[in-house]
């Protein structure tokens, strides 16, 4: 069903997937990749949930997909977790939810943000983070082309916020492409370029040039020792950046535990098994903790 609730005066659009047994079930929030809409993988996930007993909200950042808020399409990670933050109150206090059972589950990029909001939430019982893109600075030059490079994309960034401050104009380059290399990834990948795929209307495949100084400054790893609730991660080795995997797990301050499987990061957005195995752990995880 369409839900709509307030993420601090922004009205945010989501879809809540419930099970079919009508009694009060435990809830879920569930996001996904940087600039990502509900449809592209986070309905996936939060459907396949609620076939397996749960309540699982997906939802549209501010400023984002049928959210609204503005800057438009602008990744901002301070501003995902006051978001996640917001529905999982809105999800503590929808009838058809235990809200003293409530769960996160973050996919891609989102895993940052879902660990953002459980390290200062108690309400969130437990933690699932599948294809989880975790990073620091030091891994953000490892992926971004060293330390000089980095520094080039946050001035770059801090320019195109500048110039937005000052007229209201917002910089946009693509989130994918294989000719532009301006691109936030300049590659060709066929998740987002598919429209059977991740290449949707609903998703504009554009990002916001200043969102990179936010982007590449927040530090995930450092986020584990304040994460008490017990956390699973899965992932595999052919997957995104498996070091911040193994570092952040390794300062995880709760009950852990990683599921190591076989694929691509892409493959965990809507390919099987990859998708399966994921739910089947997280369901599995979640039953066991909530």
């Known amino acids: 069903m369409k839900v709509e609730f307030d993420s601090d005066g922004v009205k945010l659009v989501g879809n809540l997937f419930l099970p079919t047994d009508r009694g009060t079930a435990p809830g879920v929030v569930v996001a996904g990749t940087w600039t990502s809409v509900k449809e592209l993988m986070a309905d996936r996930?939060?459907?396949?949930l609620a076939e397996r007993g749960f309540a699982a909200l997906s939802f549209d950042f501010t400023g984002f997909g049928e959210s609204a808020g503005e800057?438009?399409?602008?990744?901002?990670?301070a501003r995902k977790v006051r978001d996640i933050g917001n529905a999982v109150g809105f999800l503590a206090g929808h009838p058809a939810v235990d809200g003293d059972r409530l769960g996160a589950l973050g996919i891609c990029a989102a895993a940052m943000y879902m660990a953002g909001n459980a390290a200062a939430d108690p309400t969130v019982k437990s933690l699932a983070l599948v294809a989880p893109w975790l990073h620091d600075a030091t891994i953000c030059e490892q992926v971004y082309g060293g330390s000089e490079a980095v520094a080039a994309r946050i001035a770059v960034a801090r320019d195109a916020?500048?110039?937005y401050d000052r007229t209201g104009e917002i910089d946009y380059v693509p989130?994918?492409?294989?000719?532009d290399d301006r691109a936030a990834m300049p590659y060709e990948i066929d998740?987002?370029?598919?429209?059977?795929r991740g290449g949707i209307p609903a998703w504009p495949n554009r990002f916001a040039v200043?969102?990179?100084?936010d982007w590449l400054t927040y530090d995930s790893i450092a986020l584990a020792p304040h994460v008490d609730q017990p956390t699973i991660l899965v992932h595999s080795e052919d997957a995104a950046i498996p070091e911040g995997v193994r570092r952040f797990h390794s300062g995880l301050a709760g009950p852990k535990d990683i599921v190591w499987t076989e694929g691509t990061q892409f493959d965990f957005y809507d390919r099987e098994p990859q998708v399966t195995i994921a739910v089947d752990a997280v369901a599995a995880h979640f039953q066991r903790t909530l």
């Open 45 to 48: 996930y939060a459907q396949r």
């Open 71 to 77: 800057p438009r399409d602008v990744e901002n990670p």
């Open 161 to 163: 916020r500048s110039r």
């Open 175 to 179: 989130v994918v492409s294989a000719t």
């Open 191 to 196: 998740f987002y370029l598919d429209p059977a």
């Open 210 to 213: 200043m969102a990179w100084a």
